[in-house]
């Protein structure tokens, strides 16, 4: 594929959500979440997402709500605020709508102990149901032992995804996340004996040290470990909002052309191992269930990234968790002590968030079924003139087309520059002020 460097100079969001979270405020919080759970059907489908912000080491790439868990006090409390958030919703909803999705995120999930995590499933099936719902979680390979996945096998998760990032040395020591091929492998072998049938393995290009070569070799230990679901993310280099990230070497990180080339790469060495490409960084076997829905075109996008989650209406659950509401997104307290201090007091803990007019559904569909399906119709949005002419650059280099209404991105040629294109789509980012990162 052709690089177009002017065509990806500016900073886009992953339109993870639109409006995306740099659009909150704090004029939206927590009066608006509790009315808004009260306008959830009786039949809706629910997703759930329990946000865990702890993690045994902490990484210096991650940009993650996410802290150290070496107190087992403060894991405690933070539990503790989790079950008294899951009454107050569940009080909210008073029966209504239907739990059919369960995931667990961090940080790390397997932060909190084994009684810990039976005692979330338990208390979620009990006040808000679930008994059939497909359960998920996050896991980091470095603090998994037998006793965690037992927990695992006993509660009957479905689906794991485990943050592998790189197999090389030393780019782990590089990012602070030094982890053995051989606990990476101990990790897949425990959780498909612990019934994992979807398991992702998240991977990371553009990062400091990073070359074609040893990217290319940790695509081939990847595909030789054969998970159903590869996350393949471009690293976002932001260090002046995240000061983590100043441990990192700018110097050592790849240029955004080699990071182009990184991309394609993992694409086509993916897609020959047999991966079905799911929008612009997803890929699965085609009997995955996130395989079966992009050929079915049932593919959504949602705060995790591309899913086969068919829920409009989500809900987060702990410090910074961002819901997904009729007619709102709204985001928890991201402070992990003020969280607590207010759903231990029976008090919603939103703290910002946004709402959705009519004309931004519109324009958020539009942009999810441009990055979902690779085409959308323009012709409800007002500014559809606007965006016909600025995606005519596209147009006229191939990656993408404009016929009657219809935006769509070339095949064979379009996906890297797909959040782009999407950026023309948002009215917010006509005046980028750069918080965020690379568009490849």
């Known amino acids: 594929m052709t690089y177009h460097p002017d065509l990806l100079a500016r900073p886009v969001p992953r339109y993870t959500s639109y409006p995306t979270a740099a659009e909150f405020t704090d004029h939206v919080g927590a009066e608006d979440q509790p009315r808004a759970l009260g306008r959830v059907r009786g039949d809706e489908p629910l997703s759930l997402y329990l946000h865990v912000p702890f993690c045994e080491k902490i990484c210096f790439y991650c940009g993650c709500n996410t802290g150290a868990a070496n107190r087992s006090a403060r894991l405690e409390r933070y539990v ?44 979620i099936l009990d006040a808000l149901g679930g008994d059939h719902a497909a359960w998920s979680i996050e896991i980091d390979p470095r603090s998994l032992d037998e006793a965690f996945l037992d927990a695992v096998a006993r509660i009957g998760f479905e689906r794991a995804s485990l943050g ?47 070359d074609a070569a040893n990217f290319g070799a940790t695509l081939d230990v990847a595909v030789d470990m054969r998970p159903d679901r590869l996350a393949v993310f471009g ?8 000061p983590r990230q100043r441990k990192i070497d700018d110097s050592a990180l790849p240029g955004t052309e080699a990071r182009f080339a990184m991309a394609q790469q993992a694409q086509r060495r993916l897609v020959d191992a047999g991966y079905a490409t799911v929008g612009f960084d997803h890929f699965a076997l085609p009997e995955d269930p996130l395989g079966r829905a992009a050929a079915a075109g049932r593919v959504r996008r949602n705060f ?36 607590g201090l207010k759903v231990g007091n029976g008090l919603f803990a939103a703290e910002r968030g946004v709402l959705l007019t009519p004309l931004e559904r519109i324009r958020g569909h539009a942009i999810e079924k441009l990055l979902c399906n690779g085409a959308c119709d323009i012709r409800p949005l007002h500014d559809r003139q606007r965006i016909k002419a600025a995606v005519q650059p596209f147009v006229e280099r191939g990656l993408a087309s404009c016929k009657d209404g219809i935006i769509g991105i070339d095949p064979d ?6 959040r782009a294109i999407a950026a023309l789509f948002d009215p917010w980012r006509q005046d980028s002020k750069g918080r965020f990162s690379n568009a490849v």
């Open 164 to 210: 592998v990032q790189t197999f090389d040395p030393a780019i782990q020591e590089a990012i602070g996340r030094i982890q053995p091929l051989e606990s990476i492998a101990a990790a897949t072998q425990g959780l498909r004996k612990a019934g994992i049938t979807s398991l992702n393995f998240d991977l990371m290009y553009g990062l400091p040290r990073q």
């Open 304 to 339: 995790q990234g591309y899913t086969d989650d068919p829920c409009n209406v989500s809900i987060g659950l702990g410090a910074s968790a961002i819901s997904r509401l009729p007619g709102l997104l709204v985001q928890n307290d991201k402070n992990g002590g003020r969280y």
């Open 235 to 242: 690293y976002a280099h932001v260090p002046q909002i995240i």
């Open 413 to 418: 040629k379009g996906w890297p520059y797909a």
């Open 80 to 123: 503790a605020a989790l079950h008294a958030e899951i009454e107050l919703v569940a009080a909210r909803l008073g029966g209504r709508g239907r739990v059919i999705r369960v995931a667990f995120g961090g940080g790390s999930p397997n932060a909190l102990s084994p009684e810990q995590l039976e005692g979330l499933h338990s208390h």
